[in-house]
Protein backbone atom coordinates (compact mmCIF):
# COMPACT_ATOMS: atom_id res chain seq x y z
CA UNK A 1 0.00 0.00 0.00
CA UNK A 2 2.76 2.23 1.06
CA UNK A 3 4.72 2.01 -2.49
CA UNK A 4 1.04 1.99 -3.95
CA UNK A 5 0.94 5.90 -2.30
CA UNK A 6 4.61 6.44 -3.22
CA UNK A 7 3.92 5.68 -7.36
CA UNK A 8 0.91 7.60 -7.16
CA UNK A 9 2.48 10.67 -5.75
CA UNK A 10 5.44 10.42 -7.78
CA UNK A 11 3.54 10.86 -10.62
CA UNK A 12 1.38 13.59 -9.97
CA UNK A 13 5.17 15.53 -9.26
CA UNK A 14 5.80 14.48 -12.55
CA UNK A 15 2.29 15.83 -13.72
CA UNK A 16 2.99 19.04 -12.18
CA UNK A 17 6.00 19.30 -13.64
CA UNK A 18 5.40 18.64 -17.47
CA UNK A 19 2.28 21.54 -16.22
CA UNK A 20 4.95 23.93 -15.53
CA UNK A 21 6.44 23.52 -18.76
CA UNK A 22 9.29 21.05 -18.12
CA UNK A 23 10.69 18.45 -20.45
CA UNK A 24 10.22 14.91 -18.57
CA UNK A 25 14.11 14.30 -19.90
CA UNK A 26 14.66 17.60 -17.87
CA UNK A 27 14.10 15.35 -14.84
CA UNK A 28 16.73 12.41 -13.77
CA UNK A 29 15.57 11.52 -10.42
CA UNK A 30 11.77 11.20 -9.23
CA UNK A 31 11.71 9.13 -5.90
CA UNK A 32 8.80 9.17 -3.31
CA UNK A 33 9.49 8.61 0.61
CA UNK A 34 7.27 8.36 3.42
CA UNK A 35 7.58 10.30 6.46
CA UNK A 36 5.48 9.56 9.74
CA UNK A 37 2.21 8.55 8.24
CA UNK A 38 -0.05 10.03 6.51
CA UNK A 39 3.27 12.13 4.81
CA UNK A 40 4.79 11.45 1.87
CA UNK A 41 6.65 13.56 -0.52
CA UNK A 42 8.96 13.33 -3.16
CA UNK A 43 12.25 14.03 -4.08
CA UNK A 44 13.22 15.31 -7.81
CA UNK A 45 17.08 16.20 -9.28
CA UNK A 46 16.75 18.28 -12.79
CA UNK A 47 19.34 17.41 -15.22
CA UNK A 48 21.06 20.81 -15.37
CA UNK A 49 21.63 21.07 -11.47
CA UNK A 50 22.55 17.53 -10.58
CA UNK A 51 23.67 18.48 -7.39
CA UNK A 52 20.77 19.76 -6.49
CA UNK A 53 17.51 18.24 -5.25
CA UNK A 54 14.06 19.54 -4.43
CA UNK A 55 11.34 18.12 -1.96
CA UNK A 56 7.54 18.17 -3.51
CA UNK A 57 4.48 17.07 -1.64
CA UNK A 58 1.15 17.38 -2.03
CA UNK A 59 -0.88 19.94 -0.39
CA UNK A 60 -5.33 20.38 -0.44
CA UNK A 61 -4.72 18.73 -3.59
CA UNK A 62 -1.87 20.55 -4.55
CA UNK A 63 1.41 19.87 -5.62
CA UNK A 64 3.86 22.56 -3.84
CA UNK A 65 7.91 22.61 -3.74
CA UNK A 66 8.47 22.76 0.05
CA UNK A 67 12.13 22.71 0.17
CA UNK A 68 15.81 22.16 -1.72
CA UNK A 69 19.29 20.51 -0.73
CA UNK A 70 22.17 19.86 -1.52
CA UNK A 71 22.68 16.05 -2.56
CA UNK A 72 25.00 13.81 -1.12
CA UNK A 73 27.32 13.29 -3.68
CA UNK A 74 27.00 17.72 -4.00
CA UNK A 75 28.15 17.42 -0.37
CA UNK A 76 30.94 15.52 -0.77
CA UNK A 77 32.19 17.57 -3.98
CA UNK A 78 32.35 20.42 -1.23
CA UNK A 79 29.13 22.07 -2.89
CA UNK A 80 27.31 23.86 -0.03
CA UNK A 81 24.13 25.72 0.57
CA UNK A 82 25.00 29.33 0.86
CA UNK A 83 27.28 28.81 -1.80
CA UNK A 84 24.01 27.75 -4.22
CA UNK A 85 21.23 30.08 -5.91
CA UNK A 86 19.21 27.29 -7.07
CA UNK A 87 17.43 27.27 -10.76
CA UNK A 88 14.46 25.53 -9.90
CA UNK A 89 13.67 26.61 -6.77
CA UNK A 90 10.14 28.19 -5.59
CA UNK A 91 9.57 30.50 -3.30
CA UNK A 92 7.52 28.20 -0.04
CA UNK A 93 3.69 30.27 -0.10
CA UNK A 94 0.37 29.05 0.72
CA UNK A 95 1.86 25.57 1.55
CA UNK A 96 -0.91 25.21 4.46
Same mark, same amino acid.
Given at each position: ?????K???????? %?? &? #??QG *?? +????????????KL????????F?? %?? &? #???? *?? +???????????????????????????????????????
Amino acid at each position: MIEIKKNILENKVL %EH &L #INQG *YV +ENEIIEITGQFGKLPNFGVHVRFED %EP &L #IGYF *YL +ERDGKIKQLSWYVTREGREKGVRKEQIQPKHHVPMRYLY
